[in-house]
Nanobody, 118 residues
Framework: QVQLVESGGGLVQAGGSLRLSCAAS????????MGWYRQAPGKQRELVAS???????NYADFVKARFTISRDNAKNTIYLQMNSLKPEDTAIYYC????????????WGQGTQVTVSS
């Protein structure tokens, strides 16, 4: 099992930047994949970016070249650097961890609010 705690959300003007952090309660080197999802009011939760234990990354088309996901195994933390933020990036951002041992186990953080004003 793993607990995930996000931080770093807040209010920022369009064009600004934020860095989200997700701290895990266990070594992330043993977690197969971690990522960031977001959910805006009235919309479904969607993938923003993910990173595997091997360091491979995947991004949604709407954040490519603006957001960067990274991981620090020594701190058991992943990050999401968000640049050139747009009002449509406003959402609750959730950290996600997937562990595959015989079956797929998925864990979620509590979320952090990101609000981008125009």
């Amino acid at each position: 099992q793993v607990q995930l705690v996000e931080s770093g959300g807040g209010l920022v003007q369009a064009g600004g930047s934020l860095r989200l952090s997700c701290a895990a309660s266990r070594s992330i080197s043993s977690i197969d994949s971690m990522g960031w999802y977001r959910q805006a009011p009235g919309k479904q939760r969607e993938l923003v970016a993910s990173i595997t234990s091997g360091g491979s990354t995947n991004y949604a088309d709407f954040v490519k070249a603006r957001f960067t996901i990274s991981r620090d195994n020594a701190k058991n933390t992943i990050y999401l650097q968000m640049n050139s933020l747009k009002p449509e990036d406003t959402a609750i951002y959730y950290c996600n961890a997937v562990i595959i041992i015989l079956s797929r186990l998925t864990y979620w953080g509590q979320g952090t609010q990101v609000t981008v004003s125009s």
